[in-house]
């Protein structure tokens, strides 16, 4: 994982930067240039900053469960059915950690402090003012109260925004023909919802009133066949189809 990486590598980081900007004291021959001195000095002093150790550890710990998702939606052969449930499983994580984060954020905060412990950076919050426009500015007591109230809440509440808006309900209700795949059809309890799912459909079909009694044909065409020979992919339902 990416992210773990950048967590075991981010103190021998700031380390050869630090040897950058101070060869003479580290016993190093280089001799770099100003304009690369300021630049590893601007670097360094982002990395070591509470601010950004607090943002990435939130960062992490947010995006970790939606990394299987992003795989599994690039896989071939993937069903829509399938994929919707798992954005919605994990669009619940993200919603979980929202609901509980007072509790969740203790743990992040913790973790964060220790890496600043690390590097000798100091656990602190920017100063508040009465105003201010270039970032968040909501009243804290506490460390751990301020990071939590400006930087978790808002980007966990930005990346569920973000996720509605990319796997929005009304962009799946052609999707719902993919019930009527096999391994689908024969777990159907209530043909009635089904049936309402499928009215999108409704001007396709040669006999609306009819689709209810189909249905239950259908799943019952399947469930009479042995688990094994039930089509699970899409593309294994045409292997099956009438000629």
Known sequence: MRSSSSLMTHPSLCQCLE?????AENDQPWNWDRDTR???????????????????????????????????????GLDVIDAYSKIDAKKKKISDFRT??????????SDATKMAENIGS??????????QVHRANVNATTPLEYYK????????????????SRF?????AGGDIFHLMPCSIVKCTDFDALCEKLSYWEDDLPNPTALKNELKEWANTWR???????????????SVADN
Request: proline letters at 5%; one cysteine or more; hydrophobic letters at 40%.
């Open 19 to 23: 040897r950058m900007l101070n060869p």
């Open 38 to 76: 300021v630049s590893a000095q601007g670097l360094l002093s982002t990395l070591t900053s509470f601010k950004f150790i607090v943002t990435f550890y939130t960062t992490k710990n947010s995006l970790h469960c939606l990394k299987s998702l992003a795989q599994k939606l690039q896989e071939n």
């Open 100 to 109: 509980n984060i007072d509790i969740e954020f203790i743990d992040w905060f």
């Open 122 to 131: 100091q656990v602190e919050m920017p100063r508040l003012v009465g105003q």
């Open 149 to 164: 109230k400006n930087v978790v809440i808002p980007f966990l509440d930005h990346l569920t925004h973000e996720l509605d």
């Open 168 to 172: 929005r309900q009304e962009n799946r």
């Open 224 to 238: 009479a066949k042995p688990v094994d020979s039930i089509p699970k992919k899409f593309m294994q339902c045409y």
